[in-house]
């Protein structure tokens, strides 16, 4: 009874992390009693407890302790073999409660999973847990399967797990659609659903290619946008995914005529939060993307003043070096964009500028270990550099940036690849030139 105060508490403090803790550890102590149903009951009261701790504290730590905890109750996993549960013949499993609650807590360690074969594995069986809940033990002979709003969610949980196995994406898709057709008037479950099924459909995109996928996602997002209100934080949290959509769809096949829907939904998304916000680099930069894919189609050179703008908004608010680095070395693309137009020098002067400062920003992200990610960015800057600084007739400077790109590259997976060579065939003909 203490442990489910101390939850309740929690969630209207807030939550609040220290009362979660608390209610964990009652409902924990609880759970040593030797009655069958309490375990149970106490088990899946942990599991919701830890899940929302998980999110508080972001660790997996109190995931990993509630799968612990509620395996050894739930069983092998449903279809798995040699255990209880739905093994594929429509036989419900016993103890829906302790499948959905495992399903929910393995679904959650998905996004803190890096491996991707551990990843699909812990999909998997988040997918069999959650299938095993979602039939529902019958009232009698011949009962009908549940449904209504507690099924649609279990549906939506369902289809997050199976998007993440390539495999199942029909599946996922179908369980959506019965949710939305299930959820009646409840707008948050719906747009969670809407949301799921364009994350499905950009899945098909990565799967098959099909730019008809993320045309489909598109729409997804734009049923669910027009469901929030403008001030809700889930309004703020659609436009960016949407924006990436029509961004990647404009870059496909026959894409012009997504390009200014992109760049409308992309400046909504920089609007919806303010520049003090953490996200607010990441939103400029992916709008300057569309301001500059629009000019690759128009040709006009207004877009990338605006993208030229909204770089150096970028990189005052990041605070997050590879960040910084990417937004300089696109500050360093866009000056040689607008010499396109202008033929003035000293855009280029700009965009070795620019890319200089790349290269700081990648070496400081490399101190912080990113593996090879911004060691392959500053060799690329460099690179760059010294592609510009040869345009500019300065072929020191050049032989000096290409060098250090060539370095840069022998430390990278991508330089025993081959990328190097490029760069070696310039110092080759720049020294051979001095």
Known sequence: MLGRVLYERALAAGPDAELLAAADMRFAAAGAAADPELRRDCAVRRAETLIRLSTLRDEAGALREARAALEPLAGPAPGAGGGAGDGGDGIPAPYPELHLALGRVLLALLPRTPD??????????AAARLAAALIATPAGPGAPVRTGPGTAQVRVELADALRHLPGRLEEAAGQLEAALAE?????????????CLARVHRERYARDADPVALEDAAEAYGRARRLIPRDAEAFAELLPEWGDV???????ADGRRFTGAAVRV????????????????????????????????EGDPV????????????????????EQARVWRDHGDVQQEIHGHTRALERLDRAADSYRRAWRAALEADVEDRADTAVQLAARVQQLRGDVLERLARPRAALDAYRSALELWTRTHEGAAGRSEAVRARIAALEAAL
């Open 116 to 125: 991707p074969a551990e990843r699909t594995a812990l999909a998997e069986q």
């Open 183 to 195: 959820v009646g008037g409840d707008p948050e479950l719906r747009v969670t659903a809407l949301v």
């Open 246 to 252: 029509l961004l990647d769809r404009a870059r496909a």
């Open 266 to 297: 992309l400046r909504e998304s920089r609007a919806a939060v303010a520049q003090s916000d953490p996200g607010a680099a990441h939103r400029l930069l992916r709008l300057a993307t569309g301001l500059r894919l629009r000019h690759t189609y």
């Open 303 to 322: 877009d990338l003043r605006e993208a030229e703008y909204l770089l150096e908004l970028a990189v005052r608010h990041s605070r997050d070096p590879l």
